[in-house]
């Protein structure tokens, strides 16, 4: 009974520590697609997240263009420390490092692959409801998913009022989260549930 309640007990501080290298990794995402740092929705992200990324901006500097590597760094080692901690805790020793950056590296794929999923989800549906929407997460959406549908739509035009870029990059997230991360997760040894969310 104990250890099942250390398991479940393990499990809740997993998943809570997944949503947060979420959040590291939108606030990751919305820099490199130079959304707007004003939006409120970009200021809550930031500010849930500074007290981790702070002290990885001390010593590899403020942002710098489109990448910040900062909050990439810090949700890395995030990652990393709480794997450790895990396979300590259920006794299983110290994984190897090779094992520990495979894995680190899967999660934050996992995170930015799964932040694009549930994005273009809700762009799709505000193109339906609500099409001219000004909410603040919904330009916020629509800024974050610009990057990767422009490119598409270049390749694709929409046919009239039929935009068939989001079903391409659907596809797209599919085959590399299969393939790719899927490959990482496989290479790491570790359970997919300690990878991703």
Known sequence: MGSQVGSAGLMIVNTLINIY????MLRFLLQ?????????????????TQPVVGPFQAFLGPVAGRFDLATLAAAFVLK?????????????GMPPVVQLVIAGIASLANAILKIY??????????????????HPGALLVMQLVEP??????????????????????FIAINLIDGL??????????????????
């Not at 970009?42 to 500010?47: A, D, E, G, P």
């Not at 762009?123 to 409801?129: A, E, G, N, Y």
């Not at 990767?148 to 990059?169: E, F, H, T």
């Open 21 to 24: 290298l979420f959040l590291l």
């Open 32 to 48: 490199a697609s130079r959304a707007d740092y004003y939006n409120p929705m970009s200021q809550s992200v930031v500010k849930i």
């Open 80 to 92: 990393v420390v709480s794997i450790i901690a895990i396979f300590i805790l259920f006794g299983l």
């Open 117 to 134: 999923f549930f994005a273009l989800i809700v762009m799709i549906i505000l193109s339906w409801v609500a099409p001219n929407a000004s």
């Open 148 to 169: 990767i549908m422009a490119p598409v739509r270049k390749v694709i035009p929409p046919l009239g009022m039929i935009d068939l870029s989001p079903i391409v990059v």
């Open 180 to 197: 790719v991360v899927g490959s990482l997760i496989r290479q790491a040894g570790a359970p997919g549930a300690l990878v991703g969310l």
